[in-house]
């Protein structure tokens, strides 16, 4: 008799590399819902058609707050647990909150893809209770906060106890799965469109200057890659938008190139034309660094989480300060090195999609047997 698979996810509010993985999931799993806490479909169009059902959340929150989701943890959490998955053999958690709190019925599989720790209860509690925000009533709430999380850190484990396969997006996370959940898991690298951004064969590229693309927050740290290039009169090209851009493009001298958002086509284009992708934030995994490799891009980046899993000495250089004097230095070092965009693509291929679905459906067979 053939498995009943059901696809478990945080929230669809937005794409980003998380989102990806669920489309892969739904491609090795065409059949299998995918069960999520809200669902904003104007700004999802990947997953239009497809079987996605939401929680409670999704019908008694108001619009104007639904998809702030650093409001709604503890809902969330009693959301996923009330979802009736009695039906199926396989879950397939795709998580870094609170999807891993579903229930499995009695002789069925949990898998947890895991992004990391739930972050405000674990490794990243003191940067959320300093920024927490929750506008004028912050002064009234932010004292609670210790008593919140430690009752959310009991849920959560809970919820962490539940899980039969543990998958870890790197080495970084795995470690934290181990620590904050006392639990092995395998590292299954999240799957990456390199095949978008390899070079095509026999064309010639005039390289030039650093680029860096995502999402402009502040834990990315393009500060640093603006201030670097700024103090050595490099080109910089900043590739995306978001909260941060305003205060960046303030920082930012004449020789840094606002892009604002491009097209996947304008963005495949720019990585082929500039020397080096510079990489100054810590992420979880860190996949825009891999697609620059895939483009035969050199990344520098600070030595520490995914980065670890991605740059190689052969690929790049790693720089160990999270500063802009270490940028800048690590920047002087890579114009000294002679990089083979060919060594760059084919570190990138390890990580390709058809890896994360063969390596995934592996470790579920392994359950079945």
């Known amino acids: 008799m053939a498995k009943r698979v059901a696809i478990v996810h945080d929230w669809l509010t937005n794409m980003g590399g998380a989102e990806t993985v669920v489309l892969e999931l739904h491609k090795m799993y065409p059949d299998a819902p995918i069960y999520t806490s809200v669902f904003d479909s104007a700004k999802m169009p990947a997953f239009d058609g497809m079987d996605i059902r939401t929680t409670w959340m999704e019908r008694v929150l108001p619009k104007f707050i639904r998809y702030k989701h650093v409001l709604w943890p503890v809902l969330r959490a009693y959301a996923f647990r009330s979802l009736d998955m009695s039906e199926y053999d396989l879950i397939i958690s795709s998580s870094g909150a609170e999807a891993k709190a579903v229930r499995k019925a009695p002789g069925a599989t949990h898998i947890s893809y895991c992004y990391t720790p739930t972050r405000y209860y674990w490794s990243h509690y003191d940067e959320f209770k300093r920024e927490f925000n929750f506008g004028p009533l912050s002064w009234l709430i932010r004292p609670f906060i210790p008593?919140?999380?430690?009752?959310m850190r009991h849920l959560d484990l809970q919820a962490a106890s539940g899980v039969d396969q543990w998958i870890a997006i790197s080495h970084d996370i795995q470690k934290r799965i181990?620590?904050?959940?006392?639990?092995?898991s395998e590292v299954i690298f999240p799957p990456v469109d390199v095949e978008k951004f390899a070079p095509k064969p026999g064309e010639k590229y005039e390289r030039d200057g650093y680029i860096i693309w995502g999402r402009h927050v502040p834990y990315k740290r393009f500060d640093l890659a603006i201030e670097a290039c700024n103090q050595l009169g490099a080109k910089l090209t900043v590739v995306g938008s978001g909260p941060d851009t305003g205060r960046l493009k303030k920082l930012a001298g004449p020789t840094i190139t606002f892009t604002g958002r491009v097209s996947d086509d304008e963005l495949v284009h720019l990585a082929h034309t500039h020397r080096a992708f510079l990489f100054p934030g810590e992420e979880d995994f860190g996949i825009a660094a891999v697609e620059a490799l895939a483009a035969g891009v050199a990344v520098i980046a600070y030595k520490k989480g995914g980065a670890l899993d991605i740059v190689t000495e052969k690929t790049g250089v790693f720089f160990e300060e999270q500063n802009t004097k270490s940028v800048r230095e690590a920047i002087e070092?890579?114009?000294?090195?002679?990089?083979?965009?060919?060594?760059?693509?084919?570190?990138?291929?390890?990580?390709?999609?058809?890896?994360?679905?063969?390596?995934?459906?592996n470790l579920v067979r392994g359950h079945q047997k």
């Not at 008593?147 to 009752?151: G, K, T």
């Not at 181990?178 to 092995?184: A, E, L, Q, S, W």
């Open 147 to 151: 008593l919140f999380v430690r009752w």
């Open 333 to 361: 070092t890579l114009e000294t090195l002679l990089i083979r965009g060919q060594d760059c693509s084919e570190v990138a291929n390890r990580f390709a999609s058809n890896r994360f679905e063969k390596n995934l459906l």
């Open 178 to 184: 181990k620590r904050y959940y006392h639990r092995d």
